[in-house]
């Protein structure tokens, strides 16, 4: 691809993904065009309708989150910082927008492959988080990431907010 190509697709996704942000997802590809200062032809060209442009958004946004869980889960860090790091990351992302879409639309195979790679790494944290004995014992890894999933997949999510405090502080061990 040429470099004013991908530049112009990285326009048109950054530009699509603050208005999605801000004004949902019913934001028309004319605008994101308006928006980003482009032809809707270009647009178009990059994205021949709405779901492609929601897929890329969250392919890039889902390969991001993987290559930093999997970066994260190598670091040298207790299992339970391990999580919070991912929690903190995961509120920087559009996961409302993608838990949407995914609930709306048939879904690309690959985001279908992504979520289970990023479901299974996070089980894997929360299980090795339990036998550290920084993660509670008494809930199934597979319900951690349920809801840590509540916690950062909502508009609106932050890693400082009520919910997410809450939801980690229940999760977190009280055993020494």
Not at 51 to 66: F, K, N, P, Y
Not at 94 to 116: D, F, N, V, W
Request: hydrophobic letters at 45%.
């Amino acid at each position: 691809m040429r470099a004013d190509a991908r530049r112009n697709r990285e326009l048109i996704t950054t530009t699509a993904l603050d208005l999605f942000t801000e004004h949902g997802a019913a934001v028309c590809m004319e605008e994101i065009a308006h928006a980003a200062g482009l032809g809707v032809g270009t647009l178009y060209r990059h994205f021949p309708d709405r779901q492609a442009l929601l897929e890329s958004i969250a392919l890039d946004t889902l390969r991001g989150l993987l290559e930093f869980g999997l970066t994260t889960d190598s670091a040298d860090t207790s299992r339970w910082q391990a999580l919070q790091l991912l929690v903190e990351y995961c509120a920087g992302l559009p996961m409302a927008l993608i838990k949407s879409m995914s609930a709306s639309l048939p879904l690309h195979p690959e985001l279908l492959e992504l979520q289970r790679s990023l479901d299974a790494l996070f089980e894997r944290i929360a299980e090795q988080a339990q036998l550290e004995g920084t993660l509670r014992h008494d809930i199934p890894p597979r319900e951690v990431v349920g809801l840590l999933n509540v916690a950062v997949c909502r508009p609106g999510a932050r890693a400082d907010d009520h919910l997410t405090t809450v939801i980690l502080d229940g999760l977190r061990s009280t055993a020494p």
